[in-house]
């Protein structure tokens, strides 16, 4: 039974430690301008609704702002009381000239 026990607690801290590694080594690559491969690792996160804003920077990075709209909508859907997301999604849509969205971003994080 004691075995059973290590074991188990042994895997548990190993999935854990893989899990920050992940979102270190995504990190780093960010950092370093591998942003394709930063993605691919920021996909790979058990929880991706803690890396969606992550992800939508390293897509504005290499210039695709269709999947950054719809990552920093997914992240901000996942995490309403996030305030500075929703800042930089107002921010993202001013400098993509959704202006609309973007006021309507603004005024409803100034009313909060």
Same mark, same amino acid.
């Given at each position: 039974?004691?075995?059973?026990? /290590?074991?188990?607690? !042994?895997? +548990?801290?190993?999935?854990?430690?893989? &899990?920050?590694? +992940?979102?270190?080594?995504?990190?780093? /690559?960010?950092?370093?301008?591998?942003?394709? @491969?930063?993605?691919? &690792? $920021? @996909?790979?996160?058990?929880?991706?609704?803690?890396?969606?804003?992550?992800?939508?920077?390293?897509? !504005?990075? !290499?210039?695709?702002? #269709?999947?950054?709209?719809?990552?920093?909508? @997914?992240?901000?859907?996942?995490?309403?009381?996030?305030? /500075? =997301?929703? $800042? #930089?999604?107002? @921010?993202? /849509? $001013?400098?993509?000239?959704?202006?609309?969205?973007?006021?309507?971003?603004? *005024? *409803? =994080?100034?009313?909060?």
């Amino acid at each position: 039974m004691n075995r059973f026990i /290590l074991i188990l607690l !042994i895997t +548990v801290i190993f999935k854990t430690e893989a &899990q920050t590694s +992940v979102l270190n080594i995504a990190d780093s /690559l960010f950092i370093y301008g591998k942003y394709s @491969k930063a993605i691919a &690792q $920021y @996909k790979a996160y058990n929880n991706p609704s803690r890396v969606y804003h992550k992800i939508a920077k390293a897509y !504005i990075a !290499i210039g695709n702002y #269709d999947e950054a709209l719809i990552n920093y909508e @997914k992240g901000v859907e996942a995490n309403p009381e996030n305030t /500075l =997301l929703k $800042y #930089d999604y107002g @921010k993202f /849509l $001013y400098r993509t000239k959704n202006f609309k969205k973007a006021s309507e971003v603004f *005024n *409803n =994080l100034v009313w909060l």
